[in-house]
């Protein structure tokens, strides 16, 4: 039932009401999938095609003719054509004047050509209504009718009686207009279904860089150093013992960093005494990719979670604690029980436990449906105040982990400290500049700035008092946005 | 490509088309996005201002007049001002009069006015069309197209036709309308954003009790008993060994409140012989909060999991492991391997995880965007046949742990018993309850009454047979939903 | 708030604007909710009733009229009554000549009359224009607001404007329309709320078939085997060890048959050297049950994971763990550690768990949410390239599991090898031919085809030159889907 139209034949209609007809240029794959569509969907539907008496696996119910012919039958037509070939529309101009054009057209690489598609159409036939649309969606899903991937057909045109007309389609094919504006936007929509995870590019980037310092920083401290100074061979510690050593790594920093733009955002804010000057680009970008961090970091923290329940069924571990029992029944030592050590280790588990559980709540928070259904309020609840007790969580589970040994002596291996000591330092910053920050008399002086209030212009204090007090209140619900 | 309308610059439009003018009074942070998200969306913006020369930072290619000047621009105007400024529109009376007022302001407590800032704008300028909306969207997700949180425009008024024009409007900028009826649901739309998660809060209420009165009981039973008898310290069990035994106990519990108010209404509907009766007030709150129950519940399970399957490695248990073994072969005492107590310990884990798992199902269908894509009949399938036997499997779970020792007399301590014996009476006794419900003959006479038959009134028996003959079949897919 | 109109009583409205009335047939549950759903959005209601004065329970504010008293007081009526008594309507052909019929009932069975009951209301009143809708929607969802599952109102209908009248009123009730085309496609919609997961029957029927098999399997070579052979008695592995080896095997299996088709379609593609031949039914079906199988088999791959962690606190292991310890010790035998073994058992585990890891993201952009965030070439990527990837992630991790034993004559025990070497027959043809079909000769020539070019018939090829050369780079994007 996730399709729509799929087993109605129009053809068998009992209606005396007359049925809408559509046209579509172009005879290929999409084309031919688009008539399909529409003609379960109960329009009529008219192909227009350069050789219309070759035209061969249409739809049955559709006809077929030139393409002057098809477009005097319908005021829609849809442009299935790729935009190489359009220059016959040269032709039509006066026969498509004041109908509506969709251009449903891609590229095959991001920004092709100087301008996109549908604002060239738009040119060639000046006198026609261009819109923009269905160009993200696939003629294979259009078919099967499994539409997994997104339903949502972005339109865009100048002219808005048009693009109304093409949403009203796109909504009878069972599918999601969503306007975005005018003919400019074409190109943007152009692009969309080129683009690969645009957003995720440099939480990737980052993570990566970070995985590969902090893998070969162990690699120097725990496989070459003990081959050095004692011909150990630890080479076996690559497949588990170090991933675990730099995930959880990767994990705190990128957490870190997640929180670490909205500090800065604030000592800026505090620093110029106004909210209306711009952040720089990159701060800006930084905080657009927040999530996308967070979520980067929350797939370390899982790994290193799992890698860590795994420890006692490894061979290595196995063989340690048996060679450790029966040297230590053979020497006939004593073991005694350390009540501190066993508060320690419990201590520091359990704080890593509940920090990825917290971490696991963002998560599940940050899909779209369960965002959709909290309101601003909740969800800066549980990004920011849960967000910040799962930094200090995760921030004390690696303190303790550190445990007795932090920067003992013992812990530098040709003077290079553990790794998670240099990762302690940016969750560390963070968290001690927003003690600062949330101090009453900071926390004060930033909530008055992001209500409107300036503290440097003199004249446009006086004059944003008047304004800020009419419309303050209005936005304080989303003030501490940041 | 998540935000509309971002890259779309009316000015260089080329569309003959006249462009819908708008007006917002007020220039505040709310004032001035949704203003911007207007123009790059293709209207044309003007702005009301108490100082129309004063105001700066505004989007270019808006025009700012006084009051009065800009209503007289556009048909529909928003009023991104403070609720106590709202009288000069006292004197706007005559301008607005059949215009559409969208009010799109906030307060900052919850029913902090009589009346809603809606109602009280309505009662300001009887002859304009009032409509709320756009009061959950935040000024910064507008300017930044970051609409992480909801994209869901609440929108009520007295008037379809205006309200149908803002609904447009709310669309063009890419966003969802949700109609909510007339004017009196203002209040509630307005309280919306101050929320904190409503029905959540006797879930995390009961989970707090639940989790407090079991800690301080297992913190009784073990670390203050032992110190009192056996001077043991055994302080470190609060970590992880009492956490452990408390959060599962309180998933049981929860899993079983689920459940329990079900089994109540049943028995109420057999008891009355009817299902025209309502259900008393606490039972119907404890109904709807039934899913936020039992993901508290899940949430508590997953804690239990990650914390059991750290027991290994934890300090504690290696020492006394370790400490075993040794003393096992110290004194060569023979170590037989017991294949019931193997049956009974992977049983009672097997159980475990089964039921895990099916609790993680019904959390997965539980998410919004899983639970649009299922019909009814597979909805109450998952969330009544798998829940109930996900009861079961935590149920046995809880009784396979208890094994042999359960309720023998060393399991007492101070006359208190395990804490998972009291976990227990509640699972059991819905279970108990559900067993006799789904008996052949009761489960007959509540299907009749779930389909519409009384059995107390022999007037509205004879009565609701024509009734119920006629409409039963419609409703009986639904009919025991509960 | 997620449910609308609740608060808002419109008698109280102090709007001068005409109500829209609606009628509603039946009194019985479904007609009575759905009326004071209305009556909260702001419509005015009459029912209409065999017996109006007998009708109670209605909800206030709504009149109660005789049918055809009812019918004439609106031009729109839902029908909330059962099939068996549509007769009345015959009487009514006059009263409802041009007057919309809204269809809302449910049949018990599927398939349960040769035609729909709204095809039947239209043979019944043919002046009517008759509309399916609502029938998805249930009773107590309406009444308490609490619509966890679907918003979907599926509505279909031959007259397209009774279908956008109907569509509205979804709209207003705060409902999502979803229009089917024809009243032709009435039978699936009336189908649709009596199913239970037809999609994924199949893929379960097939995990149950490889489970019991492998189940079986395995007790025959772990508990039957060592129990003729060696009077051992190991039916305590029935709880874990047997379920952690068929699980593993049976997601492995899964995982490849997810993948299989689309190799075979690539095949077939190639053979025929043209995409213009529809696939077999069974391979059409297979390829749209892809996503079902996967998350079946991530189900298994789950259980095994959790299994898996559960071992070092297994009582039988520790038992055996204790008793090695001692032998060794009291043996005096050395233990030398074996940094192959090592390596093997960590890469093997490493292997294991990034392959899960990868296999539960793709599981999260499963999620409808997630998926209609990404585009089509997201999409794809991740179902395919990652799909890829863990498939050989989770392959390899089979063969480490096997190690160095890997077909030694041991691992035969009558005749039968070990279970996981039967799994690894189909991941691994998979993999194999997928590895062929990358080769840049026979990639090169898939995606010609897949762009429309055609080998066998020199007659076509000549023409879908002109076409495909068109149309081919509109489609490329999606060229290969499979």
């Known amino acids: 039932m996730e399709n729509s139209c799929t087993n109605a034949f129009p053809l068998t209609m009992n209606s005396s009401q007359k049925q809408e007809t559509v046209c579509i240029f172009g005879t290929g794959d999409f084309g031919r999938s688009l008539g399909l569509k529409m003609l379960q969907c109960g329009y009529a539907v008219v192909f227009g095609s350069r050789n ?37 529309f040269i032709d039509l101009t006066e026969v498509l004047k004041g109908k509506i054009l969709v251009d449903v057209s891609n590229n095959l690489k991001i920004n092709q050509y100087p301008e996109s598609n549908a604002e060239h159409l738009a040119q060639l036939v000046p006198g026609a209504h261009v819109v923009k649309a ?17 339903r949502q057909v972005f339109v865009c045109g100048n002219d808005t009686k048009a693009k109304h007309r093409v949403m009203d389609i796109v909504l009878t094919l069972g599918l999601t207009p969503l306007d975005q504006g005018s003919l400019l936007a074409a190109k943007e929509i152009e692009n969309y279904p080129l683009q690969l995870f645009p957003m995720w590019r440099f939480p990737f980037c980052l993570s990566a860089a970070l995985c590969i310092f902090f893998f070969f920083y162990c690699v120097i401290r725990d496989i070459i150093y ?14 588990i013992s170090i991933p675990n050593r730099v995930f959880p790594i ?17 000592i800026l804010q505090l620093y110029r005494g106004t909210k209306y000057h711009r952040f720089p680009g990159w701060l800006d970008h930084w905080m657009l990719c927040r999530k996308q961090l967070g979520l980067v970091a929350l797939g370390f923290a899982f790994l290193h979670v799992i890698y860590t329940l795994l420890i006692p069924i490894r061979y290595y571990v196995r063989w340690r604690i048996r060679n450790t029992t029966a040297t230590q029944v053979i020497s006939r030592k004593d073991d005694p029980f350390s009540t501190s050590s066993a508060w320690l280790y419990d201590s520091y588990m359990s704080l890593g436990v509940l920090g990825f ?3 696991l709540l963002l998560g599940i928070t940050s899909l779209p449906s369960v965002s959709n259904m909290v309101n601003w309020r909740e969800f800066r609840f549980v990004q920011s105040k849960l967000g910040f007790l799962t930094l200090i969580l995760c921030t004390a589970h690696t303190v303790a982990y550190g445990g007795k040994k932090f920067l003992g002596p013992s812990a530098l291996r040709w003077y290079l400290p553990s790794a998670y000591i240099l990762a ?52 304080c619900t989303w003030a501490s946005e940041i």
Not at 226 to 239: C, E, I
Not at 250 to 266: E, H, K, S
């Open 357 to 359: 559980f917290l971490f």
């Open 226 to 239: 003990p081959y050095v100074s004692k011909k150990q061979d630890n080479t076996f510690r690559l497949a």
């Open 424 to 475: 302690l330092i940016i969750p560390c910053t963070v968290l001690v500049i927003k003690l600062i920050l949330v101090m009453p008399c900071i926390d004060n002086a930033l909530t008055r700035i992001r209500q409107g209030w300036e503290r440097n212009s003199k004249y446009s204090k006086s004059l944003s008092f008047g304004k800020s007090n009419v419309s303050s209140n209005v936005e």
């Open 134 to 150: 269905f160009n993200t969606v696939s003629a294979w899903a259009l078919q099967s009718g499994a539409l997994d991937a997104s």
């Open 250 to 266: 990767t994990a705190l920093v990128l957490l870190a960093l997640v929180y670490l733009p909205g500090v800065i955002a604030a």
């Open 52 to 88: 219309p008496q070759m035209s061969s696996l249409l739809p049955s119910g559709a006809e077929v003719l030139s393409y002057s012919e098809a477009a005097q039958k319908s005021d829609i037509i849809f442009v299935a054509i790729h935009r190489d070939h359009y220059n016959f």
